[in-house]
């Protein structure tokens, strides 16, 4: 079967609520700045009544990347768990409105848990530190996996956040193994060094076993290896998979494919808001560039200009046409 | 009893979903632009599943005048009935954590319906196309006046649009008689032109014996006095009102005390990107300068420069602290 989806992503469906905080607000409040805390309902609700004003936009790692790649003129599909309540319809109403197909079936009745919210707290620094009660997510499972949208997709995108809960685990492992089934690539990212944390191990044995193209930032690189520098980390992955993408915020980031190393700048951006999504962005432009054929080093450009959008305002999901926004800009003149 | 609120606030209280839309679009639906174009539950559905994806924000006229107090350093109070639901969790977080008093009893239970929500439609030119399902809102009646909340108030404020439902109505009588008997100040916004055309007549008998300060845009005054020019609407208003305050998008404000008549310049903005809410941060500047004891000029500045602010981004509730904004500023030497 011809692949009609660039790309299909699994992940935890958010609903992300945002609010500026102070630096003292996240000390006080005991969080991990700029990681992402898991929270209980109750822990929700404390941190919640304690928060400024907020605006509610929807979010999820995965799903940020899939409707970038909607964006960028692709074609996405999304699995993820909501429940059928008003945010779970926020949710479905806006990776649909944003050309993704998205069938995975809500949890419904009176003791379904509620969709996913994510309290992300943007300091002055335009860091964000996210704290996410799963509520449905918790529920996605093997069942969810569609075998024929995985078929249809060149590349399957799994985010690390997912194997904090054994269901979605399996779900994962189903996934993967569906896609190279199909012949048919793997993409994971790491998502968050905390997470690399709690999954070291099996995390290695996944990008090992199951992973074509894995995305990480730095510091998620050298806690998955344990090792000072990116550059030990690097090594300790070489052959492991087809490409490894790491982004270094500021820095830019560094494609290496088994052969050569790319180094990619940032695209410039007048004023950073809202770190939120700009690694789900980068990966996002790098997957659409990658299932177009283009050379690594164009993946990561075009990476970095859908990134570089994402950070000019409040939210992880598009603002702007990002297949617009790309054709304004040329291609590197030395790829 | 001595004030120690300087406004409180009746009306409906919504959650705004913002996104952006082309005069197709609008067209297309067939709706009123620039209008808050009132809809049911299955229109909003439909609304809503042809709408771009969106950004949930707090809403509601009267609510963003007193969020608008209560940034500006004032006090404030607000009555309006949402459902105990997501939404409605949004809604009295948001008030609430801008400082503004709500205790208005939720509505509960599997019948109940849901917290109101506007669709709004953002076009290019930053004109804001309203499209509101009032849910909950129909609910609120004269029980839900808290007596004790008007008596603590310098200024009853009310907003139109509320003029829709009858039991609301009541509700709104309720506590001009409350606000009055306490010695205390009664103002009404006119909220839309096409809600005067709806309620004319008692509109009139509602300006005539129950309000001190009336604020109303150019269209709403002359479609309230059926006239051609705004000066004519005024002359007919005369003596009717304390303060008659009028605002004229670019052109700038009147302020009419029955003696002398005052013009307030527009406050300049670098980028106008979505009008909501222009009206309702006017006013609330301009009943904070009010219950400052400020001179009627004074007050229109203010609420010009609340009103410069809001229309500066998506959403009707004030991003930036307005006392700090304000305090940047010098009050004109003329007045």
Request: proline share 5%; glycine share 10%.
């Amino acid at each position: 079967m011809a692949a009609n989806f660039n790309v299909v992503g699994i992940g935890n469906a958010i609903v992300d609520v945002f609010a500026p905080a102070d630096d003292a607000f996240i000390e006080a409040n005991g969080l991990n700045r700029g990681a992402m805390n898991l929270i209980d309902a109750d822990e929700a609700e404390r941190l919640y009544a304690k928060m400024a004003p907020g605006r509610a936009v929807s979010g999820g790692s995965a799903a940020n990347t899939i409707a970038g790649i909607a964006s960028l003129g692709g074609s996405g599909g999304y699995i993820g768990k909501v429940c059928d309540d008003q945010l779970g319809e926020v949710f479905r109403h806006d990776i649909r409105a944003a050309g993704v197909a998205f069938e995975t079936p809500p949890l419904s009745g009176p003791d379904a848990p509620p969709t996913a919210r994510s309290l992300i707290l943007v300091t002055p620094d335009a860091q964000r530190t996210m704290n996410t009660f799963l509520g449905a997510c918790v529920e996605l499972g093997p069942e969810d996996i569609d075998p024929a949208m995985i078929a249809r997709a060149q590349v399957t995108y799994l985010e690390g956040y997912l194997w904090d809960r054994p269901k979605a685990k399996e779900a994962f492992i189903k996934a993967a193994k569906l896609a190279h089934a199909g012949g048919r690539r793997v993409s994971l990212t790491l998502s968050d060094s905390f997470c690399v944390e709690r999954h070291r191990d099996s995390f290695r044995d996944l990008v090992t076993n199951h992973v074509d193209i894995l995305f990480a930032n730095d510091e998620e690189m050298r806690s998955l290896y344990e090792t000072q520098t990116l550059e030990e980390a690097l090594n300790a992955i070489h052959g492991d998979c087809e490409l490894t993408v790491v982004t270094r915020s500021g820095d830019g980031s560094v494609v290496v494919d088994g052969v050569s190393v790319y180094e990619v700048d940032v695209e410039p951006v007048e004023r950073v808001v809202d770190t939120t999504g700009a690694g789900d962005l980068y990966a996002a432009g790098f997957l659409y560039g990658f299932t177009q054929g283009k050379h690594p080093a164009e993946c990561g450009r075009i990476g970095s200009i859908a990134a570089a959008e994402i950070v000019s305002h409040y939210g992880a999901r598009p603002e702007r046409n990002l297949a617009k926004l790309l054709a304004a800009t040329r291609p590197d003149p030395g790829t």
